[in-house]
C-alpha cells in the first residue's frame, strides 16, 4: 500500500479525458487500493484516478459518514446507465480544491455500471450522498471539477485563490470534512 499525492488545481492534468481500463488485473487493483488509502489518510469521501495523475475511467468512493464502518467501493470505467429527473442540490467540496465548498445540483439518483477490483462487471442504484460522490468522481474522468457547475464569477474567485495559496506555500493543512 502507498499513500500518493493529490494534484491541487488549478492544474492542466486535471482537465484531461481519462481513457478506459482494459482489464481489472492485479496492479489496477493495488492502484485502486492505493488509492483508497490515499483518501482516507486525505481525508476524503472519494478520489478519481486523474486526481493522482493517472489518466485511467478509475474511482474510488466512502460514503460511510462518522462512525459508521467503512464501506469502500472501487470502480473502473463507471457508466450511468439512468438518472433521475429529480435533481439535488448538495454542498461539493474536492480534495483538489481544498478547503472550497459550494453547492452543485446533480441528478438525485442514479444508476451505475462498473467493473469492480475482481474484474466483475457489477450495476448498482445510488442515492443520497452516494449518488453524488459518484457523479462528483465521474466528472474528474473528463476532466470536469465541481467548479465547472457553478457560475464563472465563483468558479473564477476560486481557482484564483487557490493558485494564491500554490505560490505562498505547500504546506498548509487540509480540512476536508467532506471532500472528493
Ligand atoms: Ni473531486
Given at each position: 500500500?502507498?499513500?500518493?499525492?493529490?494534484?491541487?488545481a488549478?492544474?492542466?492534468?486535471?482537465k484531461r479525458?481519462?481513457?478506459?481500463?482494459?482489464r481489472?488485473?492485479a496492479?489496477?487493483?493495488?492502484?485502486?487500493?492505493?488509492?483508497?488509502?490515499?483518501?482516507?489518510?486525505?481525508?476524503?469521501?472519494?478520489?478519481a484516478?486523474?486526481?493522482?495523475?493517472?489518466l485511467?475511467r478509475?474511482i474510488?468512493?466512502?460514503?460511510?459518514r462518522?462512525?459508521?464502518?467503512?464501506?469502500p467501493?472501487?470502480?473502473?470505467?463507471?457508466?450511468?446507465?439512468?438518472s433521475?429527473?429529480?435533481?439535488?442540490?448538495?454542498e461539493e467540496?474536492?480534495?483538489?480544491?481544498?478547503?472550497?465548498?459550494?453547492?452543485?445540483?446533480?441528478?438525485?439518483?442514479?444508476?451505475?455500471?462498473y467493473?469492480?477490483?475482481?474484474?466483475?462487471?457489477r450495476t448498482?442504484?445510488?442515492?443520497?450522498?452516494?449518488?453524488?460522490?459518484?457523479?462528483?468522481?465521474m466528472?474528474?474522468?473528463d476532466?470536469?471539477?465541481f467548479?465547472?457547475?457553478?457560475?464563472?464569477?465563483?468558479?473564477?474567485?476560486?481557482?484564483?485563490?487557490?493558485?494564491?495559496?500554490?505560490?505562498?506555500?505547500?504546506?498548509g493543512?487540509?480540512?476536508?470534512v467532506?471532500?472528493?
Amino acid at each position: 500500500m502507498a499513500l500518493l499525492d493529490i494534484i491541487v488545481a488549478p492544474d492542466p492534468r486535471l482537465k484531461r479525458k481519462a481513457s478506459t481500463v482494459e482489464r481489472v488485473d492485479a496492479a489496477t487493483a493495488k492502484l485502486m487500493a492505493d488509492m483508497l488509502e490515499t483518501m482516507y489518510d486525505a481525508p476524503g469521501v472519494g478520489l478519481a484516478a486523474p486526481q493522482i495523475g493517472v489518466l485511467k475511467r478509475i474511482i474510488v468512493v466512502d460514503p460511510a459518514r462518522d462512525d459508521a464502518p467503512p464501506a469502500p467501493m472501487m470502480m473502473a470505467n463507471p457508466e450511468i446507465i439512468w438518472s433521475s429527473e429529480e435533481t439535488k442540490l448538495h454542498e461539493e467540496g474536492c480534495l483538489s480544491l481544498p478547503d472550497e465548498y459550494e453547492p452543485v445540483t446533480r441528478p438525485d439518483r442514479i444508476k451505475v455500471r462498473y467493473v469492480d477490483e475482481h474484474n466483475e462487471i457489477r450495476t448498482i442504484d445510488a442515492d443520497g450522498l452516494l449518488a453524488v460522490i459518484i457523479q462528483h468522481e465521474m466528472d474528474h474522468l473528463d476532466g470536469v471539477l465541481f467548479v465547472d457547475h457553478i457560475s464563472g464569477l465563483k468558479r473564477n474567485m476560486i481557482l484564483r485563490r487557490l493558485t494564491k495559496q500554490k505560490k505562498m506555500s505547500t504546506s498548509g493543512k487540509r480540512h476536508a470534512v467532506e471532500s472528493a
